[in-house]
């Protein structure tokens, strides 16, 4: 992707002796994989949003009620992810290949 800042990233494999730190890889993950991520980090906490701002206005909450009480279920959104990571993990996972 042209990025040249370090990172570090934790990567499975099966032939992990064969790599030394420092040494340059490549590391990748499938499309399939990156989608799932962009539905769980942003498509879901947006859904999240704009559905408890919908639901909180139509029970006739004022504006400002509402807007908090969206961030607030973006927070136990985000909240959750945390709580999941580990199962989260192993559905999304990357890929390392010598350069």
């Known amino acids: 992707m042209g990025e ?6 934790e990567v499975r494999t099966a032939d992990s002796e064969s ?7 490549e590391v990748s993950e499938e499309q399939q ?8 980090a942003y498509v879901g906490a947006f859904l999240v949003l ?6 909180l206005l139509q029970f006739n909450c ?3 009620t509402a807007a908090l009480g969206s961030l ?3 927070l ?4 959750c992810i945390y709580l999941f990571r580990d199962r989260i993990e192993q559905k999304i996972y990357f890929t390392i290949t010598k350069q």
Do not use: D
């Open 4 to 9: 040249s800042q370090q990172k570090i990233i």
């Open 19 to 25: 790599y030394r730190p420092g040494e340059q890889v």
């Open 33 to 40: 994989m990156a989608f799932r991520a962009l539905l769980i």
């Open 50 to 55: 704009i559905v408890i701002l919908i639901l």
């Open 62 to 64: 004022s504006e400002g």
């Open 72 to 74: 607030l279920g973006v």
């Open 76 to 79: 136990l959104y985000y909240g």
